[in-house]
């Protein structure tokens, strides 16, 4: 049974129509996103570094650091010191406790930032393997070379999986949230946009952002365990509510290829949309941004697209071959209506979200949730979308990581179960498939530890039949 675990709800008792509401621009009470942007900016240990100290700060290696892992394979993401050869050590244990390895070589070049990707392949299920970099420039300087892969078990194999999300995070500052991310018993990580803050376009500087980003110490220990996806949101492709005519989008893009290990990028050459599969849940990482009124809509001719007719037969297709349990559909735009006069949200692309909503309904897609965060207010909606899909859909807002927080964004909605504008917060994401029927719960977790709200639905909650 669908349960909501907090001591105070926030349910409206009024008739909950179907998401889409007329448009109201509002003025905002609190901090506005373009002033955090300039706080965040100006702020920036890498905007205040002199150029001799970036180019020190350049030559430091990172990692190595945990990218897509799945039951058979991992790749394994690492930043060189200088051009090179760099090799990564793969050991493990036989049951008869003898060990076996396998080294994997790249070659650091100085047109990816020096960034290399191992993909190490022929895992076994819901096995450890101890990686070390045993070869690179940066060998002499590397604090710790190690980096540990443990795969899922075997999507047939019923286990208890907990995934993390956030968004809106500080390079500079809280770094103690990654480890309560990891104290809280996590096993992987998912960023969901504004992750981190860069607000520019050119290369040079989108690199060195990402840089920044991931040296800070408590997110490279918990992404050298525990595997790390990712998408963008606005102000890591460009600038506060930017779109696909956001100029340089290929050089945004490249710096984001080189800084995550995923185990596809969008279509190749276009786009960074992925998905994954871990334990009991699948994750469709959904691009909001590079595809977004640069073409009319493949659902509607008359109005601009979100995602590209691209994206739209991927993600329509990987939708109906999913055999998850749980499926997550993950973007960095809310799912509705922000009612600011910024365009980035689903309200803006009513129909292309009515159409995917249309689709789950006709295909009998069970299991799905929806995640979001971007407006730096943590929120659960439940939707009216029994007709439409065949049950209700429950979003997840989670946002920010950092502490600037919007409260003139908590709206009021018909479908509101609960909303707070809290800083530094994060999501749990539990799937456990060991009971029947499987059970998927949603923590909301303050910096403290502290278990903000919850939600538990399981897969009769979710069941389009």
């Known amino acids: 049974m669908f349960a909501v675990l907090h001591s105070v709800l926030l349910m409206s008792t009024a008739p909950a129509p179907l998401i889409p509401r007329t448009r109201k621009p509002r003025a905002m009470s609190s901090i506005d996103r373009r002033t955090f942007v300039a706080a965040t900016v100006a702020g920036s240990m890498a905007a205040a570094l002199p150029a001799e100290l970036l180019a020190t700060e350049s030559q430091e290696p990172i990692g190595p650091l945990l990218g897509h892992v799945d039951t058979t394979k991992a790749i394994v993401w690492f930043r060189a010191a200088a051009p090179g050869p760099v090799a990564l050590q793969v050991v493990s244990q036989t049951s008869g406790g003898e060990e076996t390895s396998k080294t994997y070589r790249a070659e650091a070049l100085a047109e990816h930032d020096l960034c290399v990707k191992f993909t190490v392949v022929d895992l076994a299920p819901s096995t450890t393997y101890e990686g070390t970099i045993v070869e690179s420039a940066a060998t002499g300087k590397l604090a710790d070379p ?4 443990r795969t899922p078990a075997a999507p047939e194999t019923p286990a208890k999986v907990a995934l993390a999300f956030g968004s809106c995070a500080s390079s500079t500052k809280f770094f ?6 990891a104290e809280v018993g996590t096993d992987a990580l998912v960023l969901m946009g504004d992750t981190p803050y860069i607000d520019k376009t050119d290369l ?3 690199r060195q952002c990402h840089r920044e980003f991931l040296r800070i110490p408590t997110l490279n220990a918990l992404a050298r365990s525990r595997p790390l996806w990712g998408t963008w949101d606005d102000h890591d492709f460009g600038g506060n509510d930017t779109d696909g005519k956001v100029k340089n989008k290929p050089q945004i893009r490249q710096a984001f290829c080189e800084y995550r290990a995923l185990e596809s990028f969008g279509d190749g050459e276009h786009g960074i949309y992925t998905k994954f599969r871990y334990g009991g849940v699948e994750v469709f990482m959904i691009d909001p941004r590079y595809f977004s009124q640069t073409e ?3 659902v509607d001719p008359e109005k601009p697209t979100c995602v590209g007719k691209k994206q739209w037969e991927w993600l329509l297709a990987a ?6 349990p749980f499926k997550v559909l993950a973007t960095g735009m809310i799912w509705d209506d922000k ?3 910024e365009k980035d949200d689903w309200g803006t692309y009513a129909h292309e979200r009515d159409a995917i909503f249309d689709f789950l309904g006709e295909k009998k897609i069970s299991g799905v949730i929806l995640l979001s965060g971007d407006i730096h207010v943590s929120r659960h909606l439940k939707y009216p979308t029994q007709k439409r899909v065949g049950y209700e859909l429950h979003e997840c807002i989670v946002s920010p990581l950092h502490d600037r927080i919007i409260p003139s964004l908590n709206i009021p909605h018909p479908a ?3 909303g707070e504008p809290i800083p530094n917060v994060f999501l749990q994401l539990t799937a456990d498939t060991t009971q029947t029927p499987a059970k998927l719960t949603a923590r909301w977790i303050s910096m403290s530890g502290k278990q903000l709200h919850a939600v538990e639905l399981t897969t009769s909650d979710l069941s389009a039949t």
């Open 146 to 149: 190690h980096c540990q892969i």
């Open 176 to 181: 103690e949230i990654w480890d309560k991310i």
């Open 204 to 206: 040079p500087f989108n």
């Open 296 to 298: 009319m809509s493949p």
């Open 319 to 324: 939708l109906e071959q999913s055999t998850a």
């Open 339 to 341: 009612e600011n006069k």
């Open 416 to 418: 509101l179960v609960w």
